[in-house]
C-alpha cells in the first residue's frame, strides 16, 4: 500500500507544472541571411567609413580609439584617413558619437547600445548584423511604423531607423547596400575581437609544436614500456 | 638512465622540446606585464607650442611626468651666454639623457632646443625627483645665488638650473635637466614620445 | 640525469636538512603503482596539471582586473571595461583570458572523466573512501571557485547567474533572507558581491591546493586501484618513474592539444565556454530570456529546477552531492571493478547517461517537454543511488582474476 502511494506521488510530481520561465511566445526570426564576412584591408576600411557616417551618428564603440583603426595592421589606415576621419577628437579618444545619452532618450525612448562587442554578444555575429541591417520590411499587421519593423529583431520593432536605406531600395542600390552591410559587419565582428587573427596564427603553430612533443611522449612512452609486458 | 640510445634520444629530445614549450609558455606571461598598449599610446603627447605667450612657461604632461615648455624672449636667450663658469655642465655632454640626437652645433648644445625660442625639458630636478620652481627674472636674492641669470630653483634641496635647464654648480643636483624626446610634426606642433 | 641530480650535493645537503629527496623518491620515483593503469588514471595528473593553468593565468589576469561594478557610462561598468581592457590592451591578454575561461571548462571535463573512472573501478570503495570523500569535497570547492568567478566579468550572465544562485539561499527556512544578504553583502547582488566575490574567487584555489594535498597523501598511502580492482601483488607492481611519468605525460600531451584547439581556435566554444549573453554588460533591470549555468553545473542545476517547491528542489541539489560523498557506504559489494559486475556496470552507464540528460536539459529553456525529461533523469540519478546498497545481493558477478 505505502509502495503504492509512493509511485502515485512520483507519478504525480513527474505530471507537475514547471516554475516560470517558459519562454514569451514571440514571433520568430527567420534564420539569418548568409554572408561571408572578410578582414582584408579594403573591406574593414570600408566598414570603418560606414560606421563613421552612418553607426557614428548614433552608436559608439567605446574599446576602439581612432589610433587604433592605425594600428590594428588588418585595418592599417594610414595617419592621414584616420585624421580625416575624426576630425577634432584626439587620436587616442574612443570613437564616440555626437549624440548624447539624454537627447538619445529623448529622439529614440532609449540609448543606443555601444557596438564594440554586438557581434560578439549576439548569436550568428556578424551575419546578424548583416541580418539586421538588410532586415527592414513593411510590418505585415502594418502596426508598427515603416523602418521600425525588422524581421532579426525580437519583437520585430527596433528604434532604429533603417540606417542604410534598405526599405523600397532601387534596383540597382541594392548591390551597394549590400556591400556596405557586408563591410560594416565584418568590420564590426574585427573589432569585438581584434586579436582574432593573430589567435589563429598563433594557435596553428601551438598546435603543431604539441602535436610533435606529443607524439615525442608517445614514442617515448612506447620505448619505456618494452621493460613491462 | 639507460644503455640503450634509442631511450636515451628520446629522452634528451622530450626533456628538450618539453623545456622549450615551457620557456615559450612563459613569453606571454612576460609580455603582459610589460606595459599595455593603451598605456603606450598614452606614452605619446601631442602639444601645440604657440599656446605659450613669450617669456611665460607651461607645464604639461607626459608620461605621469611634468614636461616644461617655456618661450623664451630674446633677452631670455641672451641671458644663457656669459655664466658658464657656474655651470657644471654648460654643453650638456655629461649622459645621454641630457643631450639629444638634433643637437649638432655649440649654440644647440647652449640653447637646448629644436627651436631656440621654445625649450621643452624634462620638469623633474635630476637631484631625488622634485619638482623646480620658474624663477625667470635676473637677479639673486633669497635662496637664488647672487649671479643669478634666471631659471629654474629646487626648493627641496636648493638645486639651480638656467633657463636652458643646465644645472650650478655647488648644488645637490648632478644633472641638467633631461631632454624628453620629442619633434615638431607641424610649424608649432610637438610630439613628445 | 636524474638520479645525477638527486645523488648530487647540492641535494644532499638539501635532503640532511629537509628530507626532500626522500620525499621525491618516495612519491615520485618508487612510488610503487599497478602496471596494468590504462589511460583513464591519467586524468589526475592532467588534473593538475590545468589546476596550474589556473593559478597561474588567474593570478596575471588579477594584475589588470578591477572588481567594481561602477558605471562608466551606456550601462558599462569598471570591470567589464578592465576585462576588454585585458582583451585588447594588455600585451597576449586575449591568450591568458582564454587560458583562463577554457581552463576552467577544461578542468571540470576532466575532473568528470576522472571521477567517472573512479566510479568504474570502484575505486571508491575500501579502503578507499577517504580519498573519494576529497575527491567530491574537491568538485564542491570548484564548483565554489567557478561560481565567485563567473560573476567577475559582470556580463548579463554573470549578474543574472549570481542573483538566480544566491536566491538559493533565500530559500531555506528561517535564516534564509539573512544568509542572502549575508552572501551578497546587500539588498541584490552588487557592487559589493562583486568585490567580495573577487577575494573568494582568489582565496577558493588555496583550499583547493589544501584539499588535493590530501587527496594524493590519501592516495599514497591506500595507493591506485586498478581496472582489475584487486590488489595487485608484488608482481603487479611497477615504479612511478619512469613508466607513469612518461604515460602522463604522453595523456598531457593530448589533453595540451585538445585544450589549445580551443583556447586559440574555438574560445568560446560557441557559447558554452563563455556564454553569448555575457557579452552584454550586466543590466539589473533586464532578464536575458535564459539564464542559464555554464554546462559543468547545468546538471545540479536542473535537478533543483525539475522540482517545483523552491525549499525541496535545494534539499535535492544537496541531496545529489550527499549521495555522492556517501557512495562508499552505499555500495556493499565485494567485488570493486565494474568490470566484473555486469549489473552495476549498466547502472553505471544509466547514471552517466541521466546526468548527460540533466546537463542538456538545465542548459536549455523550460519546455514542458525538457520538464518532463529532467524529472525523469532526477529520478534516474537518485534512483541509482538508492539501488546500490541492494544491487550485491542478487547481482551475479563474473569470477575476478587471481593476479593482474
Known sequence: MKRWMAWLALLGWLGLPGGPGSALAEEAAPPLKPVTLSFDQKTLKQGAHVFAEVCMGCHSLRYVTWKHLMDYPEIGMTREEVDEMRGDAPLTAPIKTALSEEDAKASYGIVPPDLTLMARAREGGGAYIYSLLLGFEHDPKGKVPDGNYNVYFPGHRIAMADPLGWLDHDADEEADIKAQARAVASFLAFVGEPHQLERKALGKKVLIFLVVLTLLFWLLKREVWKDVH | MSDNPRRTFLYTMAGVMGTAGACATAVPFIRALEPAADTVAAGVTEFDVSEVEPGMMKTIMWRGQPIFVLHRTEEMLKSLYGHDDM???????AIPEVQADWMKTREQRIT???????LVVSGVCTHLGCIPVFEPHA????????????????????????????????????????????RYTSDTTIRIG | MLERMLNSRLAQWLDDRTHVVQYIRFHLIDYPTPKNLNYWY?????????????VLSGVFLAMDYKPSALPTGNGFSMAFDSIER??????????????????????????????ARGMYYGSYKKPREFLWIMGVLILVIMQATVFFGYLLPWGQMSFWGATVITNIFGAIPGIGDWLLQLVRGGYGVGDVTLNRFFALHFLFPFLLFAVVFWHVMALHVVHSNNPEGIEPGEKGIIPFHPYYTVKDLFGIGVFLIVYSWFVFFD?????????????NPADPLKTPPDITPVWYLTPWYEILRSVPNKLLGIVGMAFAYVCLFLMPWLDR???????????????????????????????????????????????????????????????KTRPVPEEI
Open chain 2, 112 to 118: 637646448r632646443a629644436i627651436k631656440p625660442e621654445y
Open chain 2, 139 to 182: 637677479g639673486g636674492g633669497g635662496d637664488l645665488p647672487k649671479r643669478w641669470p634666471g631659471g629654474w630653483h629646487c626648493a627641496c634641496h636648493g638645486s639651480n638650473y638656467d633657463l636652458s635647464g643646465r644645472v650650478f654648480k655647488g648644488v645637490p643636483a648632478p644633472y641638467n635637466l633631461f631632454i624628453p624626446p620629442y
Open chain 3, 86 to 115: 585585458i582583451m585588447r590592451e594588455v600585451n597576449d591578454g586575449w591568450l591568458i583570458r582564454y587560458m583562463h575561461a577554457v581552463g576552467a571548462s577544461a578542468f571540470f571535463f576532466v575532473i568528470y572523466l576522472h571521477m
Open chain 2, 87 to 93: 655651470l657644471r655642465d654648460p654643453l650638456s655632454r
Open chain 3, 42 to 54: 591519467a586524468f589526475g595528473s592532467i588534473a593538475l596539471v590545468v589546476l596550474i593553468i589556473q
Open chain 3, 267 to 279: 574560445p568560446t566554444g560557441h557559447g558554452l565556454i563563455i556564454e553569448t549573453n555575457n557579452f
Open chain 3, 333 to 395: 559489494s565485494p567485488v570493486r571493478s565494474a568490470r566484473y559486475r555486469p549489473v552495476y556496470r549498466a547502472m553505471l552507464f544509466v547514471f552517466f547517461a541521466s546526468i548527460g540528460v540533466l546537463g542538456y536539459c538545465g542548459h536549455h529553456e523550460v519546455t514542458p517537454e525538457l520538464l518532463l525529461i529532467g524529472r525523469i533523469a532526477s529520478v534516474v540519478y537518485f534512483a541509482f543511488f538508492a539501488l546500490l546498497p541492494f544491487v550485491h545481493k542478487f547481482e
